[in-house]
């Protein structure tokens, strides 16, 4: 948290820091299972990917249990300025976090299907972007969870060197297909993945713009990007 | 009445500039300039002690009652100076009413004759329209239902949170251009306190409220904007909606928060 001063209930700032502290782990199992799906898909492997599908129940808990938690401390602590800041974003990210768990689940499944065809060659540009997009995710959570206003401005810098890699993608896997019309049906899976992961980006972005609004008391978005 | 004083002209605009008051040798307001626009609900917020009751005095020449209380500064009610020595303050007071922290009606006086307390010294009103006046302030200040059945009995026979409200009303009844509310919830139910806010938020537009409020959350809830004072000085004076999501001011944040020190 970012004031060093604290509540002069102390009760109260042990349920603020009980917040961050789920929300921190809700990040870091929906970073974990996106970084293992995106290694699953690289090296097909379906065993992961099942796990994966399986964590997801648990990211999917979480996010009840935080949206509760956010509620009854609204509810009984009446917040204002930063913590009501702070509750409201949190219950804003919890939604981002869950669908990166489920984009995570959406590339395993892809994964899956994957592995029935014989579809190789190197997606060197789609790991690339895979790598980006987790780092995005991991550095989004911390960034909000830290109120860290430059890391979450790094993170929606990298967004550009996203959209790259996605056109470079999109664009070899439309080529690929034109030549070899036996791939279309794995190519289009692939092509999901991309997007997916591509979608992914998104949710870390807004995590850095729910930071920014953390710290700046405003609202950022739809400011520099459209 | 002494024609020689002039009477405020109506509207409600209040500037103050640089107030300075205290108390013998003590300055508990350290110059507060302040713009409040007519018809507008500005809540005052701060610590206990701060000067929120003493800056409200100030605005309607009650500070001056005291003894050995002093001010300096200037504050104008439509662009009228309020400390021109030649404008007679019982009629500045009769337009810029005050509901007390602690509720103080006439104790001699039944309740109906309480609400017509600040009119029948000026005013002739014939029976009837007294009534209607009574029942219409009465029931503005939500407290109609309960004594409208006990009229004639005195002021005092009511419990705290009515005679709350009978001064809510008393002041209602001279239709004052501004009224200043010091905490007037404190003794009500929740019932009456939201009573009292929707009132707050009907009379808005109509006429000036100052209210100092402890509850942050009613000061969200009625007013457009908000004043922060902390030692006698003016921390931060926004819009309500900024001061309660995103104030500048780290002591505002601090002190909204909870973060007494
Ligand atoms: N009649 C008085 N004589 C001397 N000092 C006074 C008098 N009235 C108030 N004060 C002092 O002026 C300061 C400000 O008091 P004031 O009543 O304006 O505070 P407040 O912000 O309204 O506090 P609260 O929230 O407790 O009502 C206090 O230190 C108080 O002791
Ligand atoms: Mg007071």
Redesign the interface.
């Known amino acids: 948290m970012p ?1 060093l ?5 102390k009760i ?1 700032d042990k349920e603020l820091a009980e917040v961050s502290h789920r929300i921190e782990r809700m990040g870091t199992i929906a970073g974990d299972m996106l970084a293992a799906s995106v290694r699953a898909f690289n090296t097909r492997n379906t065993t992961l990917a099942r796990e994966i599908m399986d964590e997801d129940t648990q990211v999917n808990r979480l996010e009840k249990n935080i949206d509760q938690l956010c509620l009854e401390i609204i509810a009984k602590r ?8 702070f509750l409201v974003l949190v219950m804003k990210a919890v939604v981002d976090i869950e669908r990166i768990g489920d984009i995570a689940v959406n590339v395993s499944e892809r994964t899956m299907d994957l592995s029935r065809g014989a579809l190789t060659g190197s997606w060197e540009e789609l790991s690339e972007m895979g790598a980006i997009v987790l780092s995005m995710v991991r550095d989004g959570m911390r960034a909000f969870v830290e109120s860290d206003e430059v890391l979450a401005c790094e993170v929606l810098k990298r967004d550009a060197e996203v959209d790259r890699l996605f056109v470079k993608v999109f664009a070899d896997l439309i080529e690929l297909m034109g030549n070899r019309p036996d791939v279309i049906n794995l190519g289009i899976h692939v092509q999901s993945v991309a997007k997916w992961i591509e979608r992914a980006g998104d949710h870390a972005m807004n995590l850095a713009e729910y930071a920014i609004f953390r710290v ?3 609202d950022g978005r739809h400011a520099g990007r459209s | 009445m002494n024609v020689e004083q002039k009477e405020p002209a109506r509207g409600g605009a209040i500037e103050t500039r640089e107030i300075v008051a205290g108390f013998d040798t003590r300055e508990v307001l350290h110059g507060i300039s302040m713009q409040i626009q007519p018809g507008q609900v500005t809540a005052l917020i701060g610590p206990s002690g701060c000067g929120k009751s003493t800056f409200l005095r100030c605005l309607n020449r009650m500070h001056e009652l005291v003894p050995s209380a002093f001010i300096r500064g200037s504050v104008q009610l439509d662009g009228q100076e309020v400390y021109d020595p030649e404008l007679d303050p019982v009629f500045l007071r009769r337009r810029v009413g005050m509901v007390f922290q602690k509720p103080n009606p006439f104790p001699s006086m039944s309740i109906r004759d309480n609400v017509l307390a600040g009119l029948t010294l000026t005013n002739r009103l014939k029976a009837s329209e007294a009534d209607l006046l009574v029942e219409r302030a009465l029931n503005q200040a939500a407290l109609w239902d309960e004594v409208k059945d006990r009229l004639k009995s005195p002021g005092m026979s009511l419990s705290g949170g009515q005679q709350q409200r009978l001064c809510i009303a008393r002041s209602l009844a001279v239709d004052p251009d501004v009224l200043l509310m010091d905490e007037p919830c404190s003794a009500l139910d929740p019932i009456a306190t939201a009573r009292v806010e929707d009132l707050i938020q009907s009379l808005a537009g109509d006429y000036t409220i100052i209210i100092v409020t402890h509850n942050m959350q009613q000061a969200a809830r009625v007013s457009s904007r908000t004043a922060f004072l902390l030692s006698g000085e003016l921390v931060e004076f926004a819009e309500t909606n900024t001061i309660f999501t995103s104030p500048r001011d780290q002591r505002t944040e601090d002190y909204i928060t909870g973060k007494f020190g």
Do not use: I, V, Y
């Open positions: 004031d001063k604290s509540h002069t209930d109260f009446q917040p204002m300025a930063s913590d009501l800041r700046k008391g405003h």
